[in-house]
């Protein structure tokens, strides 16, 4: 896009646009930053990409919370794909599911089934199951 060619050597207005477009609170907004996963302007391996694209998205509460789970799906598998690169990163994206037990029983059955993927995948890292058991404990 126009934006993108103007503003791609500049990390920060990149990051933001990132950030931008996953907390828009629009319909499309997951498939956006699905689309935005696979842009030459985000890299997993890139930690301030992944907080302003990843991070971003977490804390949406309207679009990462969607009553159909496919929010803590994206995520969980994000986060599952990061921690292979970066442990430490990845926790703290999985710390975006801190709060699931407060939402309706509908969302928390989707979040806790994001969190039981995630703990039930073979070679976890001990910083992101660490998060995930505190969070299922809770």
């Not at 803590?72 to 794909?81: E, G, K, N, S, V």
């Amino acid at each position: 896009n126009d934006f993108y060619a103007r503003w791609k050597n500049e990390a920060l207005v990149i990051d933001k646009w990132l950030q931008v477009q996953a907390g828009s609170r629009r319909p499309g907004t997951l498939a956006e930053v699905e689309r935005l996963v696979a842009h030459p302007a985000f890299d997993l391996r890139n930690p301030n990409k992944v907080y302003a694209l990843l991070r971003a998205f977490g804390n949406n509460h309207v679009r990462f919370h969607a009553a159909d789970g496919s929010g803590y799906r994206f995520l969980a598998d994000q986060t599952r794909q990061l921690d292979a690169i970066n442990p430490q990163v990845a926790s703290r994206i999985a710390r975006c599911f801190d709060r699931w037990r407060k939402f309706d029983s509908g969302r928390q059955t989707h979040a806790r089934a994001a969190l039981e993927m995630l703990r039930k995948h073979t070679g976890l890292s001990r910083d992101v199951a660490e998060i995930v058991e505190r969070s299922l404990a809770v």
